[in-house]
DNA sequence: GCGACAG
DNA sequence: ATCTTGTCGC
């Protein structure tokens, strides 16, 4: 079944139509939303590439157990180079053909990379939530854009992310002795509420839980068999 | 000219 | 992201 598209458009484009689709987008980005209730489906969503193949990966977990309930893998040609910024054309349509082999809808999207922490607040995350209509929430594991002060090293401390005035998202201290998260609104919910998500999804690592096996089902990995051995995430 | 620069 | 073994530290 065919994922429903609110806002649809041209994935192979070139770099300067990629920006012009990210200034029409950026109007519908909604910055507020709730918590992810009991019996959530949130799909964490990432890629890895081999040459000249995209190998997305998507992996649905009920929240707040985590429970992996579904994976789904595709791969597909690379046909837009990475460009800061632009990181939604060279992976969005992998991740959109993995979400298409899910056998559930997800309902809250968590994604390895920024939300509206983008110069034009655009993130990978922010464009697939908007892009799909569905809540969306940004980890990424690197700054792209903005400037923060180091959060204490204590799990769920986190400091704000500026640009200027602007607060765009946080930097998050998921574990003890390791280097925070950024974490930003995608679409449809709070910063707030994202952060809140986010430390409700860890469980002992520093990526949240969907995002981190995501990572790993791209890798190879069969996490929803290795899920009933947990001690083999 | 020199940094900064998701994955 | 990817190329890649052992190694420092808790």
Same mark, same amino acid.
């Given at each position: 079944m065919p994922l429903p598209v609110r806002h649809p458009h041209p994935w192979n484009v070139s770099p300067e139509e990629a920006v012009a689709i990210q200034q029409r987008l950026r109007e519908q $980005?909604?910055?507020?939303?709730?918590? =992810?209730?009991?019996?959530? $489906?949130?799909?964490?969503?990432?890629?890895?590439?081999?040459?000249? *193949?995209?190998? @997305? &990966? &998507?992996? @649905?977990?009920?929240? /707040?157990?985590?429970?992996?309930? &579904?994976? @789904?893998?595709?791969?597909?040609?690379?046909?837009?180079?990475? %460009?800061?910024?632009? +990181?939604?054309?060279? #992976?969005?349509? @992998? %991740?959109?053909?993995? *979400?298409?082999? +899910? =056998? *559930?809808? =997800?309902?809250?999207?968590? $994604?390895d990379g920024h939300g509206i922490? !983008? =110069?034009?607040?655009?993130? %990978?995350?922010? !464009?697939?939530? $908007?892009? +799909?209509?569905?809540?969306? %929430?940004?980890?990424?594991?690197?700054?792209?854009?903005?400037?923060? #002060?180091? /959060? /204490?090293d204590e799990p769920g401390a986190w400091s704000p992310l500026w640009d200027g005035e602007e607060m765009i998202g946080a930097v998050l201290r998921t574990q003890a002795g390791a280097s925070p998260v950024f974490v930003s609104i995608g679409h449809r919910i709070s910063l707030e509420n994202a952060i809140a998500t986010v430390m409700a999804c860890v469980r002992g690592h520093r990526l949240p839980e969907p995002t981190r096996l995501a990572h790993l089902a791209a890798g190879g990995a069969d996490v929803l068999a290795a899920g009933r051995q947990p001690r083999l995430l």
């Open positions: $980005v909604i910055r507020e939303g709730p918590m =992810p209730g009991p019996g959530t $489906v949130i799909v964490g969503v990432d890629v890895g590439f081999r040459g000249e *193949l995209a190998r @997305a &990966a &998507a992996v @649905a977990v009920r929240f /707040p157990d985590l429970t992996p309930l &579904a994976q @789904a893998v595709a791969e597909v040609p690379v046909t837009f180079p990475y %460009i800061p910024g632009l +990181l939604a054309f060279r #992976e969005a349509p @992998a %991740i959109l053909a993995a *979400l298409e082999r +899910l =056998p *559930l809808s =997800p309902q809250v999207l968590m $994604v922490s !983008h =110069p034009r607040r655009m993130g %990978i995350a922010t !464009h697939l939530g $908007v892009y +799909l209509d569905l809540p969306s %929430i940004g980890c990424a594991k690197s700054k792209l854009w903005g400037r923060y #002060e180091m /959060p /204490p």
